[in-house]
């Protein structure tokens, strides 16, 4: 006889029946990243040009920092280094 437990498992189905399907995903991911990597690198461009043309100020370190990360961490690149 099955334990109330062994029941339960054996009768569970996650997502209620529906399986999701994962295989058509893709291109959403590929906008999602598309549109992540845009909208960072206007941000970045504005605020390199407010530094340049709109307060005259000159580049400083953490412009530096900024420019590095957005290039180390974009997630383009990150699709690429993956396994």
């Not at 995903?25 to 970045?44: F, K, N, Q």
């Not at 953490?62 to 290039?71: E, G």
Request: hydrophobic share 45%.
């Amino acid at each position: 006889m099955l334990s109330e437990l062994q029941t339960f498992t054996m009768s569970y189905k996650p997502y209620g029946g529906n399986v999701p399907n994962y295989e058509s995903r893709g291109p959403s991911i590929v906008a999602t990243a598309v549109v992540g990597i845009t909208v960072s690198t206007l941000a970045v461009l504005v605020r390199f040009w407010s530094r340049l043309v709109a307060t005259r100020a000159k580049f400083w370190w953490d412009d530096a920092a900024l420019l590095a990360t957005l290039v180390s961490f974009s997630p383009v690149r990150q699709c690429h280094t993956a396994p």
